[in-house]
T-cell receptor
């Protein structure tokens, strides 16, 4: 079954520093991958998605992600983090059934002054 | 209109109460979902409706009863809940379910507390 793993439970970065959140997928064929962000007590907002084509995907809020088949990864990046980026970040992969999204366990981002 | 709305935002109920959660979208999406999310955990899929018909029930207890009155509206009826059912309940929608291009749009959630 398709699954994703987020190796980092917590990440702390200084405001203005660069960010990379890791996501590894487990799927033989081309996976359909997503990054969502969730602020405390809020719903999930889609940052970006990868279906096919260009492996560098641009998203909202200055985020980008790169699909690397050789490393089975879909890491999320941002060149300069803002305090408002502090949130929970979920990587997800579409299931074969087309119904469900299989989420990673999430990475909690803390931004320090 | 590109959003999913959910009401109420917060709900506190006793174990003998009956209440309902409401979700609405006006994006013309034909698939709608209920998720349950406990603190510090990813969302867990509960139900999927496709073209207003229940497609998936992820072995959810019968004290949760979903309903899809029309293509824009999704309800979750709650009865005789347990304290462990306290969680954030998220609604989502997507254009369809029959494709892997399954971009889901989430609502803000209903924070449910069962006393």
């Amino acid at each position: 079954a398709q699954s994703v793993t987020q190796p980092d439970i917590h990440i702390t970065v200084s405001e203005g520093a660069s960010l990379e959140l890791r996501c590894n997928y487990s799927y033989g064929a081309t996976p359909y991958l997503f990054w969502y962000v969730q602020s405390p007590g809020q719903g999930l907002q889609l940052l970006l998605k990868y279906f096919s084509g260009d492996t560098l995907v641009q998203g909202i809020k200055g985020f980008e992600a790169e699909f690397k088949r050789s490393q089975s990864s879909f890491n999320l990046r941002k060149p300069s983090v803002h305090w408002s980026d502090a949130a929970e970040y979920f990587c997800a992969v579409a299931s074969n059934s087309g119904y469900a999204l299989n989420f990673g366990k999430g990475t909690s981002l803390l931004v320090t002054p | 209109d590109t959003e999913v709305t959910q009401t109420p935002k917060h709900l506190v109920m006793g174990m003998t109460n009956k209440k309902s959660l409401k979700c609405e979208q006006h994006m013309g999406h034909r698939a709608m979902y209920w998720y349950k999310q406990k603190a510090k955990k990813p969302p867990e899929l509960m139900f999927v409706y496709s073209y207003e018909k229940l497609s998936i029930n992820e072995s959810v207890p019968s004290r949760f009863s979903p309903e899809c009155p029309n293509s824009s509206l999704l309800n979750l009826h709650l009865h005789a809940l347990q304290p462990e059912d306290s969680a954030l309940y998220l609604c989502a929608s997507s254009p369809q379910t029959s494709s892997l291009y399954n971009e889901q749009f989430f609502g803000p959630g209903t924070r449910l507390t069962v006393l």
